[in-house]
Each structure stands twice: as structure tokens, then as C-alpha cells.
């Protein structure tokens, strides 16, 4: 099983970023798939996720910002980041769930200049 993140990079406050995540080597198709990020000197947080029923959850720092999205027919998540804020600074995971089990991506930095 591989998840590949790619799109992180440097940008001004107020600028968008999308973030892609690409799957492969699942047997069954993720229940969950999302972004998780860890700011400097914190714990890692949910971003967004998107459930296969179509549910989607933003963390309240980021609802009317971020979007998250599915493409099933390139297992890919994506997550568009506009209006970005210093805050917004972290480390970005993808993060897929199947079958009670976890699968984490290698991290793509995310740095908003002020």
C-alpha cells in the first residue's frame, strides 16, 4: 500500500495550494481518506476527511477554506487550500482507512509566509 502526497511548497498569506494525494495496492477501496497536518511543536490534527458514504468533516479551523475531494477512479484525494493563513504552516498527511486499519503517506510541508 503506498499513499504519495504531493503540492505542499511556500506561498503568501491569502494565497491556495492543492494538495494531492495518490493511492495504491489497496484490495478494498478506503472507507475514510483525508489530511491530517502537524504545525511545529504540535501534536499532529484532522484537517478534513471524506467518509465513502459521502460525509465529509473540516476542522473548524479551516471550514469555508479548504475543500476536500475524491476521485475514486484515480484512488486520489485532494484537498484545495485557499486563503491561506501563517497558521496554516505544517507538515500535511494523507491518510486513508480500510478495515480498522490505518495508512499514513510521507508528509508534504506547508509554509504560509505573513
Known amino acids: 500500500v503506498q499513499l504519495q502526497a504531493s503540492g505542499g511548497g511556500l506561498v503568501q498569506a491569502g494565497g491556495s495550494l492543492r494538495l494531492s494525494c495518490a493511492t495504491s495496492?489497496?484490495?478494498?477501496?478506503?472507507?475514510?481518506m483525508g489530511w491530517y497536518r502537524q504545525p511545529p511543536g504540535k501534536q499532529r490534527e484532522l484537517v478534513a476527511e471524506i467518509i465513502s458514504g459521502g460525509s465529509i468533516n473540516y476542522a473548524d479551523s479551516v471550514k469555508g477554506r479548504f475543500t476536500i475531494s475524491r476521485d475514486n477512479a484515480k484512488n486520489t484525494v485532494y484537498l484545495q487550500m485557499n486563503n491561506l493563513k501563517p497558521e496554516d504552516t505544517a507538515v500535511y498527511y494523507c491518510?486513508?482507512?480500510?478495515?480498522?486499519?490505518?495508512?499514513w503517506g510521507e508528509g508534504t510541508l506547508v509554509t504560509v509566509s505573513s
Open positions: 495496492g489497496f484490495i478494498f477501496r478506503p472507507t475514510v
Open positions: 491518510h486513508a482507512a480500510v478495515l480498522r486499519e490505518n495508512y
